[in-house]
């Protein structure tokens, strides 16, 4: 096995994207009995698939003497950071597979669990605080979620800090890949959708310019409603400040009030539980305890994580 992966040039980020695609597939063809999408969610992952053929295709190509510097950080910049296509259209295809794999969801356990932890319903009782500039700023916390960790990579890519970089990657895709399966496990939609808790919620979440448009946006992004538990937002979010303590000291100081803004917003604008929010943190640190130890386990053996120059601890 170790001399295909060698002989084909697969670095450790394709083989964890491997992996992940293979339990997805296989959630998947579990589903098909109930599936009315029947085989549809097959093909989203097999244009998932065709991302990770093509970046090792590239990976293994020969350079061209009269290729510009122009097309080479092209395919550099490709095979860097195809994972972030790859996972995102792997998750577009839960909505079509999840709900048919597993019927029951774990809300009234998770909203009893808060109840039971905190004495309130939490997105009920910080409605005493709403005020329409501050919805919209909750909203806009919310969604910065989804390009926060482009800062620290961008960074780490641009300094040419390989070994840091690709570390960096698969920490993230272990995260990300880890919080997907468990969806599938023990699926939530959140507060918003439970209905018990939305009956308690009295006032509307109404901002002034932006609250409306994002959660549309988001709601268009994400048709998946079961990705509740663990709260991603959390565990990204924590990955990206810890990763910006270790590698960028004045990130971490400039965005450490904007994590706490992102985790205040979960609560404020009603997707999260803060069971799923401690969840999402438990994950973060067993993600990253792991993943380290596999990492500097794969590089013993040589494996190309992608275009590495040197190890630059």
Known sequence: MLKFIKERNLSIIDILNLGFLFIII?????????????????????????????????RNRKSQKNESKFINKIIRGFVNFYPLLFFFVAFESFYMILPFLNPHDYDKELAHLDFYLLGVNPTV?????????LTDLMYLLYFFYFPFPLFILFYLYRKGTDYQFNKSVFIYLLVYYGAYIIYFIVPARGPHLYAPIASLQT????????????????GTLEPNKFDAFPSLHTAISLTTIILMAKYHKKMFIIFTPVVIGIWISLVYCRYHYVTDMLAGVIWTVIAFVVGNWIYEKTLKFNLPPYFQKSKNV
């Open 203 to 218: 006032k509307d979440l109404t901002g002034i310019i932006l609250a409306s448009p994002i959660r549309n946006l988001i």
């Open 26 to 58: 296989v959630f998947a063809l579990f589903s098909l009995p109930n599936n009315p999408y029947s085989f549809k969610p097959f093909l989203t992952l097999a244009f998932a698939l065709s991302l990770i053929i093509a970046a090792v295709a590239i």
């Open 125 to 133: 009782w910080i409605e005493a605080f709403f005020k329409p500039w």
